[in-house]
């Protein structure tokens, strides 16, 4: 029972981690866009 127990904390364990370098990946997504953005809006000036 108590294997149970750790694997189901475990499985939490990963998908918060998950959770966290999704959020973390999103956010330089976001700068790499932002980046590109101004650089067309330089070659388009």
Known sequence: MKEIEILKKEFAD???????????????????KESIDKVFDRVSA
């Open 14 to 32: 990963q998908e918060k981690t998950k959770r966290g370098n999704l959020a973390r990946l999103n956010e330089v997504i976001d700068l790499f």
